[in-house]
């Protein structure tokens, strides 16, 4: 079993900039890909961007060049730094790992989520 705690989000003004963190802990044999999606309301969730075990990055190309993923392999953490943030980034965002199970079965987790929301 694995658990995701995430830290970070909150109220931020247009052009401003915030980081969220997301730590898998628990039971596992490896951590593979990690990534963050984000659920706008009355929207579906749909991924802001990942990053592989091996550190290949995949962003959303609304958030392409504002926002930066990234993870520390040691610590089971992935990181989210969002800059130049638009109101359309108001979403609450999820964090997602996928990781193998100490009974070799590839699963996923999902984190409980965090708000962000841009307005002045």
């Known amino acids: 079993q694995v658990q995701l705690v995430e830290s970070g989000g909150g109220l931020v003004q247009p052009g401003g900039s915030l980081s969220l963190s997301c730590a898998a802990s628990?039971?596992?044999?490896?951590?593979?890909?990690m990534g963050w999606y984000r659920q706008a309301p009355g929207k579906e969730r749909e991924l802001v961007a990942d990053i592989t075990s091996f550190g290949l990055t995949n962003y959303a190309s609304s958030v392409k060049g504002r926002f930066t993923i990234s993870r520390e392999n040691a610590k089971n953490t992935v990181y989210l730094q969002m800059n130049s943030l638009k109101p359309e980034d108001t979403a609450v965002y999820y964090c997602?790992?996928?990781?193998?199970?100490?009974?070799?079965?590839?699963?996923?987790?999902w984190g409980q989520g965090t708000l962000v929301t841009v307005s002045s």
């Open positions: 997602k790992t996928a990781y193998l199970s100490t009974s070799y079965w590839n699963r996923e987790v």
């Open positions: 628990g039971s596992f044999l490896a951590i593979d890909t």
